[in-house]
């Protein structure tokens, strides 16, 4: 059998030529799309391995005249841009397999062998649905290059997606590029955050309601899985769901229909579903918090997003993103000197890329000089530690909740009230700072009673006058 090999590196070209001759295939080399097509014009190959920038252009821009003229050919295609673009570009014209660079050249191997095995196969078959525009996701590090080979694989198809990752890795971007990139791009993108919906109205949310269902249901409501028809459904927080939910969903997900609440009529779904998480499923399913049997209805394709720690390769090219991103959006234009983001890649970025966003476009405000360099980091870097230290308080209120009942363990019987003194001390001593110890307008502000708060602050041990604004 006899390949293809359009490379114009030298020392790749050798070595791949190298491991198909030891497998017994014969390879014919050239560098160019002059070339290749002169040779497929004339010759029989069984598959097509090639690089994307050659002499004389893009190779997987001319892809699609390939794929018309040998539309048995299978095509490898090797990249060292590797961006999500690039992978999706490769799909796009049904290449059988895309190998960012650098790879694994017995996985290479292993790949043509297939490929030769199996002309016809392909993985995407859609033919020039054109390249994805504006994808928003930023990062070359090999493990950011196992996610979009994941993501290319269910561009084609609707199979269910399960995104895990840390909080603030790209979960949510990651889900809406499925979207934007699939084929399903014409219908709706619907997030649902199931954490941030009050466990008796998720089922509502999520199915829908007929009018009269319950105290409230004043009219028809159409919920999520009807609003994303035709599109995909992204239900991020699974972790947090309620078993009740859980149970309706898993049964949504085996019969394709949902049931609205109060409703008789079964409404067939039409929606792809990606979930996300950011909690370790499977000790919940253990402790009987998640249900094991929708754990596998959802895991069907799993996408691991790594921590932004564990690809330090990618944060100069995060923190050069958001530097432009926050130029386009009217803060003055940075750049960072080359020590400055060797700087940056040191840090833990607990945070993964929200937290790197954030650090940057507060960098982009402040900073006086046009280059950031170390010195003119540092004092910020430091300053961002002490704010992490000082706030020592989770971002969001589900781990700020979970936490502190850890930490404080309230004796049963006094739970509400002690959880719900430690959530108003802040939020009062917040809202006199910004009103200056001016109790009407914090209770104004709060929209309670002003001797409701006066009582509380009594009771809490707040002295509203250390607030008042002295000249
Ligand atoms: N690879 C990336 N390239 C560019 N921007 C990114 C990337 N990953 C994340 N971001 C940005 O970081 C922020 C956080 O991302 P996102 O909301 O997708 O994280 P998440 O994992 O869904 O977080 P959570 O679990 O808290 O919901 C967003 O502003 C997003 O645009």
Redesign the pocket.
């Known amino acids: 059998m006899t390949i293809l090999l359009v490379e114009d590196d030298e020392s790749i070209a050798i070595v791949i030529t190298a491991a198909l001759e030891a497998e017994g295939f014969s390879v014919v080399r050239c560098d160019s799309i002059v070339e290749r097509d002169r040779l497929l014009a004339t010759q029989e190959f069984s598959a097509l391995v090639t690089d994307v920038m050659l002499t004389d252009g893009d190779g997987i821009e001319t892809l699609g005249r390939v794929r018309e003229m040998h539309p048995d050919l299978p095509v490898i295609v090797l990249s060292a841009q590797n961006t999500l673009d690039t992978a999706v570009r490769a799909s796009d014209t049904g290449a059988f397999e895309y190998f960012p660079k650098p790879f694994d050249i017995d996985e290479l191997v292993r790949t043509v062998r297939q490929a030769a095995g199996s002309q016809g196969a392909s993985l995407g078959g859609g033919v020039d649905e054109g390249p994805g525009q504006g994808l928003?996701?930023?990062?070359r590090s090999a493990s950011?290059q196992a996610v979009y080979r994941m993501i290319t694989r269910v561009l084609r198809n609707d199979l269910t997606v399960l995104?895990l990752?840390?909080?603030?890795?790209?979960?949510?971007?990651?889900?809406?590029a499925i979207h934007q990139l699939g084929h399903r791009q014409k219908g709706p993108f619907v997030a649902v955050?199931t954490a941030a919906i009050p466990a008796d109205l998720i089922e509502s949310e999520l199915f829908g309601h007929e009018k009269g269902a319950f105290t409230g249901a004043v009219a028809r409501h159409i919920g999520k899985f009807e609003q994303a028809a035709g599109g995909t459904l992204f239900l991020?927080?699974i972790g947090d769901m309620p078993m009740q939910a859980q149970t309706r969903l898993l049964r949504a997900l085996q019969s394709g229909s949902i049931r609205r609440v109060g409703g008789r009529d079964e409404v067939s779904i039409d929606t792809r579903i990606v979930a996300?998480?950011?909690k370790d499923l499977e000790p919940m399913i253990a402790a009987g918090q998640f249900r094991e049997d929708l754990y596998y209805r959802l895991n069907v394709v799993p996408i691991h997003?790594p921590p932004?720690r564990e690809r330090a390769d990618?944060i100069a090219a995060?923190a050069r993103?958001?530097l432009a991103l926050a130029a386009t959006e009217g803060l003055p234009r940075r750049r960072l000197a080359p020590e400055a983001e060797a700087m940056l890649m040191r840090q833990p970025w607990r945070g993964?890329?929200?937290e790197?966003?954030n650090f940057i476009y507060r960098l982009a405000l402040l900073a006086r000089e046009d280059v950031i360099d170390e010195a003119a980091l540092e004092p910020m870097l430091a300053s961002a530690a002490r704010a992490e230290e000082q706030v020592d308080i989770p971002l969001?209120l589900n781990s700020a909740v979970e936490r502190w009942l850890g930490e404080h363990n309230p004796p049963p019987g006094t739970v509400y009230d002690a959880a719900l003194a430690a959530f108003e001390r802040p939020l009062f001593n917040r809202i006199l700072a910004v009103t200056g110890g001016n109790q009407l307008r914090a209770a104004q502000m709060l929209g309670i009673n002003r001797n409701t708060l006066r009582k509380r602050l009594g009771e809490l041990s707040i002295d509203p006058d250390s607030f008042l604004r002295r000249p």
Not at 136 to 139: A, I
Not at 165 to 176: D, I, R
């Open positions: 928003p996701l930023v990062g950011m995104i990752g840390e909080s603030g890795t790209g979960k949510e971007l990651v889900a809406e955050n991020d927080e996300a998480t950011n997003l932004l990618d995060l993103h958001f993964n890329v929200r790197l966003r969001d």
